[in-house]
C-alpha cells in the first residue's frame, strides 16, 4: 500500500512510461489543469484531483483495444489507493468501463474528459491559437457541428454536465478557465 498518497511526479512518471506522444501528455496535463481548477472552485483536494487527471488516460497508447482495463491493472501493481483506481475508471462509463461516476470527483472528470478535446480543437482554429481570449461562445458555435472535433462524444459531454447540475455552458467555462491555467504547457497560449 501507499505509505503516502501518489505524487505528481509518481502519476507523470508512471504516465509517461506507457505514453510517448505529445498529443496524449497535452492531453492529459489539459485534464490534470481542469480538474486542479474544479477541485480549487469546489474546496476539494487539488493534488489529489490533479493526479487523477493526469493519470486518467494511462494505458491508452499501449492498450487502446484494453483501455480502462489496463490503467485498473498497472494501477493495482503499483499499490494505487483504489479510490484513485475507481474516479480513473469512472472517466470511461458506459464507454470503456462499467463503473459509474458517483463522487463528484468522478461526476467532473467524465464530464469534462472529452470536453477538453472540443475545447483545445476550438482553440486550435482560432486565429490567437489560445485559450486566453477563448470565450464560451466559440465553443459553443461549434457544438452542432458533427464534424467539428468529429471524435468528441457530446452526448458524454451534456451527461456529465447533467451529472453535476450545471449548464453546458457552465462547464465550458469551467473547462476553459482551468486550461488557461496551464495553457502555456499544453500549447495553447497561442503567440
Known amino acids: 500500500m501507499f505509505a503516502t498518497l501518489p505524487s505528481r511526479e509518481t502519476a507523470l512518471e508512471l504516465f509517461k512510461k506507457y505514453n510517448k506522444t505529445e498529443s496524449l501528455l497535452k492531453h492529459a496535463l489539459t485534464v ?5 481548477y474544479m477541485a480549487r472552485k469546489s474546496g ?6 490533479g493526479v487523477i487527471g493526469l493519470i486518467h488516460d494511462l494505458d491508452y497508447e499501449m492498450y ?3 483501455h480502462c482495463t489496463m490503467t485498473k ?3 493495482e501493481e503499483n499499490n494505487w489507493p483504489e479510490e484513485y483506481i475507481r474516479a480513473v475508471l469512472s472517466h470511461g462509463w458506459g464507454l470503456a468501463s462499467d463503473v459509474e461516476p458517483v463522487t463528484l470527483l468522478e461526476k467532473t472528470i467524465y464530464a469534462i474528459d472529452e470536453l477538453t ?7 486550435l482554429v482560432r486565429p490567437s491559437k489560445s485559450v486566453l ?4 461562445r466559440s465553443v459553443r458555435k461549434k457544438w452542432n457541428d458533427k464534424r467539428f472535433a468529429a471524435g ?3 452526448s458524454v459531454i451534456e451527461k456529465g454536465a ?5 449548464s453546458l455552458d457552465d462547464l465550458i467555462t469551467d473547462c476553459i478557465m482551468g486550461m488557461r491555467e496551464v495553457a502555456a504547457e499544453i500549447g495553447l497560449k497561442g503567440g
Open 64 to 66: 487502446p483495444e484494453q
Open 73 to 75: 491493472k498497472i494501477l
Open 162 to 166: 447533467a451529472m453535476l447540475g450545471v
Open 44 to 49: 476539494n483536494d487539488e493534488e489529489k484531483w
Open 32 to 36: 490534470e489543469g481542469v480538474m486542479r
Open 152 to 154: 468528441v462524444d457530446r
Open 133 to 136: 481570449d477563448m470565450e464560451t
Open 117 to 123: 478535446g472540443l475545447v483545445v480543437t476550438s482553440a
